[in-house]
T-cell receptor, first 113, second 111 residues
Framework: QKEVEQDPGPLSVPEGAIVSLNCTYS??????FMWYRQYSRKGPELLMYTYSSGNKEDGRFTAQVDKSSKYISLFIRDSQPSDSATYLCAMSPPTQYGNKLVFGAGTILRVKS | GAGVSQSPSNKVTEKGKDVELRCDPI?????LYWYRQSLGQGLEFLIYFQGNSAPDKSGLPSDRFSAERTGGSVSTLTIQRTQQEDSAVYLC?????????FGPGTRLTVL
């Protein structure tokens, strides 16, 4: 079983829809949680960064962390065709040696105009 | 500019050859990471640098893989005697305050 599970999709939605992306994890030591967006043949781009449990909002994006359930979510409101990309969740424990990230497999999102 | 840059963007090599991949981190970032992204395996950690030291090499898949960092800046990932299973996108990230910023990656194809 992988430490981080993420449905690879693809997830196809109409423009303007609310998108919900999710990851579950097994390592209770994870403290830092991130969502990255990756366009085809590009490097991952950081969207959201949260520490421990709670919600964080940035424009059309909201990240939620529920450590009791080992479950994180990213919500995208008013989705746009330009949001079509692969969304990667990533997390790390606090370690003595940096914050090496453990990634989910990535969910492919397609927003249709 | 100021993002993370990597070169070459694409590299095609023959099985058994050595390759070197380069990463230029964001200026002032002391932490540098290498990851590998391949179909079926997703994005996997390879090695972490703090300054010129590599306190965590736990993700390097074999002794054919090595990396160094000089001057607290540029890093080179070397793969010796390449194998077809080494084909992947190799990503570099630099970090400050825990947030990692990725470069565009080097796409390596081993024929």
């Amino acid at each position: 079983q992988k430490e981080v599970e993420q449905d690879p999709g693809p997830l196809s939605v109409p423009e303007g829809a609310i998108v919900s992306l999710n990851c579950t994890y097994s390592n209770s030591a994870f403290q830092y949680f991130m969502w990255y967006r990756q366009y085809s043949r590009k490097g991952p781009e950081l969207l959201m960064y949260t520490y421990s449990s709670g919600n964080k909002e940035d424009g059309r994006f909201t990240a939620q962390v529920d450590k009791s359930s080992k479950y994180i979510s990213l919500f995208i409101r008013d989705s746009q065709p330009s949001d079509s990309a692969t969304y990667l969740c990533a997390m790390s424990p606090p370690t003595q040696y940096g914050n090496k990230l453990v990634f989910g497999a990535g969910t492919i999102l397609r927003v249709k105009s | 500019g100021a993002g993370v840059s990597q070169s070459p963007s694409n590299k095609v090599t023959e099985k058994g050859k050595d390759v070197e991949l380069r990463c230029d981190p964001i200026s002032g970032h002391t932490a540098l990471y290498w990851y590998r992204q391949s179909l079926g395996q997703g994005l996997e950690f390879l090695i972490y640098f703090q300054g010129n030291s590599a306190p965590d090499k736990s993700g390097l898949p074999s002794d054919r893989f090595s990396a160094e960092r000089t001057g607290g800046s540029v890093s080179t990932l070397t793969i010796q005697r390449t194998q077809q299973e080494d084909s992947a996108v190799y990503l570099c990230a630099s970090s400050t305050l825990g947030t990692q910023f990725f470069g565009p990656g080097t796409r390596l194809t081993v024929l």
